[in-house]
């Protein structure tokens, strides 16, 4: 085909234009295959990491299973030996478990023993209350400073001052005093199954003269002296007191000062039950 001077401008244009469409064709190309690579690259590194992670969790659950067959292996060690011990336990003879019977009897006993032994502390502690709530009751009228009852350890105290009991330096008990004894008296009549002590106890200022030769000889005669009266005047047997004197060596407060040797020098009734009847107590009805 001849073409004519004419034509060339449009065939010259044809073939521009092609070119153009091949060129973006390429380019456009070009970027989809470089997206699609660096997806690619993307997974890549996901499943390297992916397989890192699997092999870690591999190594884990291998040393686990070796963990737990140890176990197994000490645990089945274990069970022969306890088999063996239940074995050696299954030929206790007869004599051995009569002695564990026997045992566990005596177990029993003492249990009984030991709540007979509370109940009876118990009963007496009841006892000592009332004691003392009957002593109290007598006594509301004398002034607190003059005269303590109070309960340590199982033992009813009374502690009466010398002031309200003796003069100064004397054994002689004062007329108010016999009034005040007369009262403890009437108390301690109404429980005939228990014995008392009657305590005298003094400073540490020494003493001498006509009549008293020193403390010991001060406290034991001002103890003797309320026994007495106790006995004569108020009649109670003889048999469930006892007098002795302390002399300066039980104080209760500091011998220092005129307030502590004041509590020192004292008169105290100790009253305590039988033995016999408190192991009565113990004894069930």
């Known amino acids: 085909m001849k073409l004519s001077r004419n034509s060339y401008p449009e065939l010259l244009q044809v073939l521009l234009c092609s070119v153009v469409m091949v060129s973006c064709v390429s380019t456009k190309r070009y970027k989809t295959l470089e997206t699609q690579y660096r997806t690619i690259q993307n997974d890549d590194t996901k499943c390297n990491d992916a397989l890192k992670t699997a092999q870690s969790s591999v190594t884990d ?4 299973n070796n963990s737990l067959l140890s176990q197994i292996d000490y645990l089945k060690k274990n069970s022969n030996q306890v ?19 026997q045992s566990l009897e005596d177990i029993s006993q003492k249990d009984k023993y030991i709540n007979n032994l509370q109940s009876a502390i118990a009963r007496k502690d009841s006892l000592n209350m009332i ?3 009957n002593l109290k009751s007598s006594l509301s009228d004398v002034n607190d400073k003059d005269i303590n009852i109070k309960v340590e350890k199982g033992v009813v105290y009374i502690d009466i001052s010398d002031k309200l009991l003796f ?5 002689i008990v004062t007329k108010e005093a016999r009034v005040v004894l007369g009262k403890i008296a009437q108390v301690l009549n109404s429980h005939s199954d228990i014995e008392f002590l009657v305590e005298g ?4 200022v020494p003493i001498h003269n006509a009549c ?15 026994v ?12 469930r007191m006892t007098a002795s004197g302390h002399s300066k060596f039980a104080p209760i407060a500091t011998n220092d000062t005129d307030e502590g040797r004041a509590l020192n020098r004292r008169t105290r009734i100790v009253i ?4 016999d009847q408190f192991f009565k107590l113990m004894v069930k009805k």
């Not at 659950?61 to 686990?64: H, P």
């Not at 003069?167 to 054994?171: F, H």
């Not at 106890?201 to 540490?204: N, P, R």
């Open 61 to 64: 659950l291998t040393n686990q």
């Open 167 to 171: 003069n100064s330096g004397q054994y």
């Open 228 to 239: 007495r009266i106790l006995e004569n005047e108020y009649k109670i047997d003889p048999a």
């Open 131 to 133: 004691l003392v709530t």
């Open 212 to 226: 008293i030769d020193d403390n010991w000889d001060l406290s034991v005669r001002r103890a003797t002296s309320v």
């Open 272 to 275: 305590l039950p039988q033995l």
């Open 201 to 204: 106890h003094t400073d540490s």
């Open 83 to 101: 088999l063996g011990a239940l074995q050696d336990m299954s030929v206790l003879s007869s004599k051995q478990a009569e002695s564990v019977k």
